[in-house]
């Protein structure tokens, strides 16, 4: 099997094809702090690709709640199972990853989905990748146990303690799910009609309807579960990443061709989402681009973290994961790069807090940003998570983002404005 550089995992690793790159990739960011899981974005992205016949329970984005929930059910746990059953205890990190250096998170020494597959042949041809298939019954109820939390709070009957920084004792928090347009895709690697694509231009994986025959090999392969049948057709789906918004084409959007992001990004109220395309060389690296939004929160600052990558397809979605949740379960879930990414979002510097106004400003997908300083306006005392005391000052800066052909398309400040009506007597009206 050629081998591959997956910088997420800090090693090369096996992958049933040789390296190519997209010359963009699409990426996102997710702020899970701030999700109030009110299903927007669910409901944004089913009202537009998922509402005929035989996709009655696809849903290319979801939002579930964890530990407990999951589409479809206990995917994760699932098939973490089947990694710790190929190579019982051997699932590790080790270093702690050296920030400037391509392995920066540290270096994954146990097996991918890839490398843990026993790699004999069924009806189709070798299997490429570890995996199972859903029964038709874990695809129902997709937002099962919402809510529902974990800890000890009846055992010593407690609650006081229990919402106490740095960890809650008890705690849930929601997962924003959609694909996440691999680098190396398992449903790629998967398909044997070579139905699956990504493309050059964008890094999008699409599957093409017409090759597809409905073996769900592509199912069975995706650790993130998000390629998905549908038995009116015969074929697998999953999520297009809004592509004609990202090429500019809606005249409504984009008159001058501007790539927008996709529909569940954009009608996200709780602005916990940042879209963005990334440049890639062409030896496969992400381009140093520190004023790219993305570039600063994901390779700059390493903030934000991949979903569970020692998966091996180095997914291109990645999370700040929530502050009040113990680490030990944040660490098996986005890597050894926790407590940092916790680290600097307790106390933000500066320049950290002008990128994080940026989430949700703008549908354009902004691919600089920069920053007009402004006066001090506060100073504040912050606890951090290993219980120092930090003084934390706030400067009314303005950030600015700039779309593809580098015109501003969002201003704001680090302050949200503020407006007093007037005292005169105003009724009601509609
Ligand atoms: S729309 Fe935003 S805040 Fe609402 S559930 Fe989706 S990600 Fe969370
Ligand atoms: S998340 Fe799944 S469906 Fe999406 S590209 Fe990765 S392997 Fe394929």
Not at 365 to 386: L, Q
Request: hydrophobic share 30%.
């Amino acid at each position: 099997m050629p081998s591959v550089y997956n910088w997420q995992l800090g090693r090369t690793m096996e992958y049933p094809y040789e390296e190519t790159h997209p010359r963009w990739q699409f990426a996102f960011v997710f702020n899970i702090n701030r999700c109030i899981a009110c299903q927007t974005c669910t409901m944004a992205c089913k009202s537009t690709w998922t509402f005929s016949r035989g996709q009655e329970y696809m849903y290319w984005n979801n939002v579930e709640s964890k530990p407990f929930g999951g589409y479809p059910h206990n995917w994760d746990a699932k098939l973490l199972n089947m990694l710790e059953a190929a190579n019982p205890g051997g699932q590790r990190w080790s270093g702690a990853g050296d920030k400037s250096s391509e392995a920066p998170l540290g270096t994954f020494n146990g097996k991918t989905i890839f490398e843990a597959v026993d790699k004999h042949y069924d009806e189709t041809g070798p299997k490429r990748a570890l995996g199972y298939l859903p029964t038709d019954e874990e695809w129902t109820s997709p937002n099962i146990h919402e809510e529902t939390a974990i800890g000890d709070m009846w055992r010593d009957r407690t609650w006081g303690g229990s919402t106490q920084l740095p960890e809650h004792k008890v705690w849930f928090f929601y997962l924003q799910r959609l694909c996440n347009h691999c680098t190396y895709p398992g449903c790629l690697a998967a398909c044997p009609r070579g139905a699956i694509y990504k493309r050059p231009e964008d890094g999008v994986v699409l599957i093409d309807q017409k090759r597809c025959q409905g073996y769900r090999k592509c199912v069975e392969a995706c650790p993130y579960k998000k390629a998905m049948y549908r038995p009116t057709t015969g074929t697998s789906e999953k999520c297009v990443a809004c592509y004609p918004r990202l090429e500019g084409k809606d005249p409504r959007l984009s008159p001058n061709g501007e790539p927008i992001e996709t529909r569940c990004m954009t009608s996200c109220p709780g602005r916990i989402r940042l879209q963005g395309l990334v440049p890639i060389t062409d030896d496969g690296k992400w381009q140093a681009d520190r004023w790219n939004p993305l570039y600063y929160l994901v390779r700059e600052r390493k903030i934000a973290l991949p979903l569970y990558p020692q998966f091996g397809t180095e997914p291109n979605g990645y999370y700040i994961p929530p502050r009040w949740v113990p680490r030990p379960y944040l660490t098996q879930m986005f890597g050894p790069g926790v407590q940092d990414a916790i680290n600097q979002y307790a106390c933000p510097d500066r320049e950290l807090l002008n990128v994080l106004q940026l989430f949700r400003t703008t549908q354009q997908i902004i691919f600089r940003y920069e920053v007009i300083e402004g006066e001090k306006v506060a100073e504040i005392e912050v606890t951090m998570p290993d219980g120092t005391r930090k003084t934390q000052e706030i400067f009314n800066d303005t950030v600015i983002g700039f779309n593809k052909f580098n015109i501003e398309c969002v201003r704001t400040t680090v302050e949200e404005p503020t407006y007093e009506r007037p005292a005169a007597l105003h009724v009601n009206s509609i």
